[in-house]
Structure formats: structure tokens, C-alpha cells
């Protein structure tokens, strides 16, 4: 076993099963005996790399692949581009940073799309999803991962997908 529960007896009398040690495995050495660490709790973080495949080759980022970010600022190497969180933050990469540090991207990006104003012809505009067909329509649902129970035609489809942009 990796770890070892133990029993502590709550006041009132009730019991409950606690984390009591964790098996440490040589990773380098897999032959070697596993050793045991006595411990009364434990933080597991999940997963060490950053979901930035995305925009590899489009933005700078370091050799661990972490998008980089200027000092004091979520901007990238591309203007109107912010990082924030885990795919920028080598250190804490923990939920409340990311929190902080999105909103820190939002008030950038909301400073350069004032100092750099976009032309009507640039916005994005609602897609005619008239043009699509049947399977383009259903693939992009399931995508989305939209409820579309009662879609039976085509225009069921379109109107769930307007009404999700």
C-alpha cells in the first residue's frame, strides 16, 4: 500500500479512519524497499506541466514550457495577449494566485483594448451557422458539451449554438 490509514476517536465517541503514513517509493532505484513517513496529513498537487499547447510558437515561453510573462504584468511577447495562473506561474501554481493573477490580466487587457480601440470591420461577428451542415452543427455541440435534448433539425442545432455565443 502506498499509505496507511489510522483510527482516531472523535469526541462523542465516533471514530474515523486518518491518514497515519505514507510508503515512500525510490523512483530512482525501484528494487529498494519502499520507507515508511509517519504523517497526519498530506498535500497532493496534481500535475507539474502547464496546459499551454495552445499557444506554443505563438507567444514566448521558457524551457518548461510556462508562458512568459513581463515583470509586474500578465503581458506576453504579443500585444493583447495575457498570461495568468498556471500556464505563467512556475512557483505557487495554486488556485487563489490564479484567481489574483486573472484578475490582474483582466485589468490589462482592459487598459490595452482602451489604448488600442477596435475597428467595427474587427470585431467578431456571430457565425451563420446556416452554412453549416448537419454533422458540423451535432460535432460542435457535442464539443461544447451543450444539452441540445429536444434538436431533431437543423435549425435546432444552429439556434442552440446562437444562443450559447
Not at 498535500?43 to 499557444?55: E, K, L, M, S
Not at 515583470?71 to 498570461?83: H, L, M, Q
Not at 451535432?138 to 444562443?163: M, S, W
Request: net charge negative; with cysteine.
Amino acid at each position: 500500500e502506498k499509505y496507511v490509514g489510522k483510527t482516531i476517536t472523535l469526541e462523542g465517541g465516533e471514530e474515523m479512519q486518518t491518514l497515519g503514513q505514507l510508503m515512500l517509493t525510490d523512483t530512482t532505484d525501484p528494487g529498494k524497499e519502499p520507507t515508511a513517513l509517519q504523517v497526519d496529513a498530506a498535500f497532493v498537487a496534481i500535475g507539474h506541466d502547464p496546459n499551454t499547447w495552445y499557444v506554443k510558437g505563438q507567444v514566448e515561453m521558457d524551457a518548461n514550457n510556462y508562458v512568459v510573462a513581463s515583470d509586474k504584468s500578465t503581458r506576453t511577447s504579443v500585444p493583447g495577449v495575457f498570461a495568468a495562473g498556471d500556464v505563467a506561474d512556475h512557483v505557487y501554481r495554486q488556485a487563489i494566485t490564479s484567481a489574483g493573477s486573472g484578475a490582474m490580466a483582466a485589468l490589462d487587457a482592459e487598459r490595452y483594448l482602451s489604448e488600442n480601440p477596435v475597428e467595427e470591420e474587427q470585431c467578431v461577428r456571430q457565425e451563420d451557422f446556416s452554412t453549416w451542415s448537419l454533422k458540423e452543427l451535432r460535432n460542435q455541440i457535442q464539443l461544447l458539451g451543450i444539452k441540445c435534448v429536444a434538436c431533431t433539425e437543423k435549425q435546432d442545432f444552429a439556434t442552440a449554438l446562437r444562443n450559447t455565443y
